[in-house]
């Protein structure tokens, strides 16, 4: 005896897009965190680390890799990062999708070169964006967002997500090592502080900021090792 088995035509539209959003989702983790730091580099203190050390609740998060260059190379792509220069070797494309007008520049420019601290970097043209705190050509570049203390630059926007939250502060600094051979290890790491600080609301900002954020982030470091190492 053959049994039938009646299928409901939305229900498997839906069970069929949930599916494929759950493998989407695991494919951007699997992208963005694909390039975590060793543990001891995990451990290592950095450059940008004392912009929110002294916060009693943050969320950390990292990538890291291996440029077949040495620093020198990659620094003058770093340091034209922003949405009004160079903007972000990622998927920009993606970024104007969600209304970001972003346009990468593969190419050293001259005149986008000297990044101070104090200097603003946009991400979005309503003025979000972060303060560089710390600077030193061919090593590092630090900055800094706080709601608390939002900056002065004209056109600045301190971003705080719509999670009721009474305060947001993050960090995104570029830390480039000398790892020997003409190689470089090339970090990003990102710290963030709110509160309240509760697991609802890490959760909030983990999914909704830090997934979107990291796949972008290691984009932008794969596509920056890529010109660094004349492959772009």
Same mark, same amino acid.
């Given at each position: ?14 069970? +069929?897009?949930?599916?494929? =959003?759950?493998?989407?989702? %695991?494919? *951007?983790?699997?992208?963005?965190? #694909?390039?975590? !730091? ?90 979000? +964006?972060?303060?560089?705190? =710390?600077?030193?050509?061919? %090593?590092? *570049?630090?900055?800094?967002?706080? #709601?608390?203390? !939002? ?82």
């Amino acid at each position: 005896m053959r049994t039938f088995i009646y299928r409901h035509p939305i229900l498997t539209l839906v069970l +069929g897009l949930a599916s494929g =959003g759950l493998l989407l989702l %695991a494919g *951007l983790i699997y992208y963005g965190f #694909s390039n975590p !730091p060793t543990r001891a580099e995990k451990q290592k203190q950095l450059p940008g680390d004392e912009l929110l050390g002294k916060e009693p609740h943050r969320l950390r998060g990292g990538l890291a890799v291996t440029v077949d260059a040495p620093p020198g190379k990659i620094w003058p792509y770093l340091a034209q990062i922003g949405q009004r220069r160079a903007g972000f070797y990622s998927f920009d494309w993606l970024e104007r999708l969600f209304g970001f007008q972003i346009y990468n520049t593969y190419h050293p420019v001259p005149e986008w070169q000297d990044v101070q601290p104090g200097d603003y970097i946009f991400y979005h043209q309503n003025g979000i +964006g972060s303060q560089v705190q =710390g600077v030193q050509a061919g %090593a590092y *570049l630090t900055s800094l967002s706080d #709601s608390r203390r !939002p900056s002065g630059c004209q056109g600045a926007y301190a971003f705080v997500p719509p999670f009721g939250l009474d305060f947001f502060a993050w960090s995104w600094n570029f830390i480039l090592e000398d790892a020997g051979g003409e190689c470089t290890r090339f970090h990003t790491r990102c710290d963030a502080a709110f509160e309240p600080f509760d697991p609802l609301r890490k959760g909030l900002v983990a999914f909704f900021l830090g997934i979107p954020s990291f796949v972008m982030c290691k984009s932008m470091l794969k596509t920056i090792k890529a010109c660094a190492e004349g492959r772009k």
